[in-house]
């Protein structure tokens, strides 16, 4: 048995503290590291380099010509998501992925077998402004509330084209600048609901008697949207929406943290980079709709190259585990490095979640969410052999096995136990 896996069956899922020794360290910030070991302690990495040590009581876990890699996190992903759009109105602000989170879709369990440890799971794209998202950590075994990446930054869906164009009339509107009237009408509603409220507080502030104006759930995540509490996340293909809405953001007043799918964004690259947005893209999908026709592989590698924050995602639950794959086609469609591609999905996406002071890189202090791989992390024939989140082991594929063995022994042997009480069939009576 390796020694790896020796090491995993006779220690507790989450020690006080794991030496992983002898591996090779991509740590996406700061290079790569050979021979090198990484301790955790807390939940956090405590040390890596080539003299760490273990403290005494440590799991120790020799990971001799195997990759350790930080957790990949997905940008756009709809995993664990009990349902998706609140298409009954054009604006569901008021809506939250967190009230339908399910934690035991299986979904999450093979996406820590891909090495994947975070996700921003987002509302549909049916609404120009959908409801809010929410960050999870892939905590399989545990409750909906355990999911939550505690401390990371709200945030919200807005959609452009075809998808929210289409929906019930009159509910929903019939043409793109229908679209981009939706967002401004409500965001000009949640201008003067904002500005409402600094009035009642003005007011209770210089001691004067006044009513607080009526809570609204809608506008109230918009206006901490033009606060800057809020990150936008924005569904949208075409260069035309792109821009149309880059310039709606500028006249309201607030920043695109994120343009999803953006498959047109090589064509307007220098206006997303001067507005600031990011981009979080497919590496290859094309042609699956009319949207998706321009779409071309070189897509992220031009836009990192115009100086756009980049990542590759996945929006499925069957992309989501192997997203390393898609990250390792900028090298072949755009010529990224090994580094620059692994950051499409680990690092950048952290920084696009604002979440990057604590995972998307192996770096001491940040979140021990990593994964160990049998072979170079960005080859198709390289595979995770163990996920860390929190310091605590979610995924072993030896442990995972073995426990496969086991219930199929289970099986055979409660079916055995099942035909042994089924009674004898009663003989037909004589003719």
Not at 81 to 96: F, H, K, Q
Not at 225 to 240: M, N, S, T
């Amino acid at each position: 048995m390796r020694p790896l896996v020796l090491a995993l069956l006779t220690a507790a899922l989450a020690p006080a503290a794991t030496l992983i020794q002898n591996a090779t360290l991509v740590t996406v910030s700061h290079g790569t590291l050979e021979k090198a070991s990484l301790l955790i302690e807390g939940g956090k990495i405590a040390a890596l380099g080539p003299d760490v040590t273990a403290p005494a009581g440590a799991t120790v876990i020799d990971a001799s010509d195997h990759y350790v890699l930080p957790g990949i996190v997905d940008c756009h992903s709809h995993l664990a998501a009990d349902s998706i759009n609140e298409s009954s109105v054009a604006v569901s602000s008021m809506v939250s992925m967190e009230d339908v989170l399910n934690p035991e879709d299986i979904s999450i369990y093979r996406a820590l077998a891909g090495g994947v440890t975070t996700a921003n799971i987002l509302h549909g794209s049916a609404n120009p402004i959908g409801g809010r998202c929410t960050v999870i950590k892939m905590r399989w075994g545990r409750d909906a509330e355990r999911l939550l990446f505690q401390g990371a930054k709200p945030g919200i869906k807005f959609a452009l084209g075809e998808n929210p164009k289409r929906g019930s009339k009159p509910v929903h509107p019939g043409s793109r600048q229908g679209v981009n009237d939706v967002i401004r009408e409500a965001f000009l509603r949640a201008k003067a609901y904002q500005a409402a409220w600094k009035d009642y507080d003005a007011a209770r502030q210089a001691g004067r008697r006044a009513l607080p104006p009526r809570r609204d759930l809608q506008l109230e995540a918009l206006a901490e949207v033009l606060e800057g509490k809020r990150l936008v996340h924005a569904h949208c293909y075409r260069a035309d929406e792109i821009l149309a809405l880059i310039r709606l953001a500028d006249e309201i007043g607030f920043k695109i943290r994120t343009l999803q799918h953006v498959l047109e964004g090589y064509k307007v690259a220098d206006e997303i980079a001067a507005h600031g947005a990011g981009a979080s893209t497919f590496s290859d999908w094309w042609g699956y709709k009319v949207e998706a026709y321009d779409a071309i592989p070189y897509n992220a590698a031009l836009m990192t190259r115009r100086g756009i924050l980049v990542s590759i995602n996945s929006d499925s639950d069957e992309e989501i585990r192997h997203l390393n794959q898609e990250a390792a086609k900028t090298i072949k469609w755009g010529g990224l490095s090994e580094d620059e591609a692994l950051a499409l999905v680990t690092l950048n996406p952290a920084k696009q979640l604002m979440i990057d002071d604590r995972v998307g890189s192996l770096d001491v202090g940040k979140d021990a969410d990593l994964a160990i791989w049998d072979g170079p992390p960005l080859s198709v024939y390289s595979k995770v052999l163990t996920t860390f989140v929190d310091g605590e082991i979610f995924f072993d594929r030896e442990l995972d096995r073995q426990r496969r063995i086991e219930l199929t022994l289970e099986k055979q042997k409660l079916l055995e136990e099942l035909e042994g009480k089924k009674p004898s069939a009663e003989k037909e009576p004589a003719r």
